[in-house]
């Protein structure tokens, strides 16, 4: 009886030890959060929102991104000063540091997905490939999620 | 200076600033910018003028629709704001989008966007010559970047919104920080108003 006690006690404290080391690991090294694309009509430009957590500890860059069902996808920030709105395209793409996490969202960066190939609709998925520096593999094919344009 | 102290004195700024503003959440532009007034085509493909809104209250965005972030991040929070209104007053107050984008924003494109905001929200533009008269009347700008490789370009156009009352008084600019709630808050109390003086005129 004791002896079984005995084993039952090492497996119960295995098993949370297996538990807890799980727990402790992230994962993913890179992590992608709400992937969504908002729907414009008319074949105007839509925006792609997302967070970008990397939990590596050297710092990544996203130097690209593109769709098949896109002609061209650009990487922007929008930028308000003195009452005036301008876009400005990310050059140098944009540094997510050791750690930390960036939001691509409403009003800040964004993907800006330029000449939709065909008509999507809202709830639709789709494939956007996105180019990281400093981490491999380097692309990472990320499913969005069409949302209405009326969503933030 | 201690930090909670420094919290005490901006609150109190900031308490300040909204008492000398009647407390709106935007700017109030009450006698500062004439009264509306434009020549342009509206997304019917008709010349139109101020008369379009009927002596309606007016809401009215500059911006472009090949503009992915802020313009429909900017419409989506008015539309959602003028739903938050009270009848009669949501029914009452006309959506206006001007796009200063002629070239790209025919009848149909801008039809096709602003159906996709609201039926309540009109689709206009103009020529250049329109377009900066009726821009530099409310004192704002916009401009047009290089053009890309493949024929596109980025246009810089005002973030705020301007309302008008029913005379076509402007009376407030909704920066593009404010909230729904916000937004909702300003709008209700500028329409209530103007129903008021309605009533007892």
Redesign the interface.
Known sequence: MKIVSGVLLVIVLLAGAVWWVADMTPAEPLEIDNPRI??????????GYFTIANHTDSPIRLVSAASEAF??VMI?R?I?SG?????EHQDSGVLVAAGETVAFA???L?L???GARRELQVGEDVEVVLGFEGIEPAEHSVTFTVVP???? | MNPRRIALIAALLLGLTACGDESWHGKSIEGLMPELEFELTAESGETVTESVFAGRPVALYFGF??????C??TL?RL??AARRLPEPLREELQLAFVSVDPQRDGP??LS??T???SDRMVGLTGSQRQLKAFTRRYR??YGY?EERS?G?Y???????IFVFDASGEPRL?L??SLGVAEIAADLERLLSREARNADNA
């Open positions: 908002r729907l414009v009509p008319g074949g105007a430009p839509m925006a002609g061209h922007h929008t308000v009452g005036d709105a301008r876009m409403p009003k800040g964004h800006m997905l330029m344009v009326t969503s933030s | 629709t090949h503009c992915p972030d802020i429909p991040t989506a539309v959602a149909r494109q096709d966007y159906d996709a905001f704002t700008t970047e493949d596109s980025n246009v810089s156009h005002s973030s705020a600019m920066l593009d």
